[in-house]
């Protein structure tokens, strides 16, 4: 026989294309089988959380981990009969802890966007807000329409979709490694605002008692960074965990809990879609980091 040392190569590179295809598809069955099983052998929900984030995950006068999405947390671990294990991290931290499966999902105020939807599972949204601005109540930090914030100082933390707001609004970033302090720097010039979750500006703001500050009159927003809502990140391989939590979380919507939660920590219920009517939307490019 005719010894073709070209087409030789050629079938047996096409052999271990096809045998490599076979194995990774293989390995990533198995890989998602694991997971599943992993799912169902669990006995303790890990939740990444703040800690530190009024009124999604803080502490109580007697240091208690409290806040609505902790008890979302808690409602949604009962309902599945574990136990829930909180660790308590900054943005970065929440989200490299649920990546690498140290922690089966974070609750940290997430917009269940674009910005999170490679890395991420998402559970059913479970509250609807819009951004707002946290300013000084003398001036409004000389913020008055959406073209003052350009130079201003904007506070929050790295990365997150309001830094990425700010910046493509042409402010100035003073980036966080957590929430604290961050009221006090504006009340004392340090920055000049915060833009974030509205709802949880307002309450947290009046909550910190802290004087000389206020949310800026008629400047609300939504971006494309927002996405469908806030909830939880789920870790990507646990799609069966993702529908575990869903169930749970129909069940307390259709129960009324989560209603009942919303308005203990807001006065109202974000259960329920805000009117946008008075809201400004903006498109943030991907290139807009935020950093």
Known sequence: MHWNKKRFFTALAATAAVVGFSLAGTL??????????????????VVATPGDMYASSFHDKKGHLTGYEVEIARQVAK????????????????????????????AGNFNLSSVYAKRYLFSTPYKYSFGGLLVRAKDQSGIHSWSDLKGKKSAGEAGTSNQRFAQFMGAKLVNYDSANGLMNDVANGKVDFIPNDYYGLSTGMKRSKIQGLTMAKGLYYRTNLMGKGIGFLINKHEPGLQKKINKELAKLQKDGTLSKIMIKYYGHDLTKKPADKDVKYFKVPASVKGE
């Open 28 to 45: 990533g069955w198995q890989h998602l089988k694991a997971a599943q099983a992993a799912t169902n052998d669990k006995k303790t929900l």
């Open 79 to 106: 309902g599945l009969g574990m136990k829930v294990e909180f660790k308590e991290l900054n943005v970065a931290g929440e989200l490299t802890a649920v990546a690498s499966g140290k922690a089966d999902l974070a």
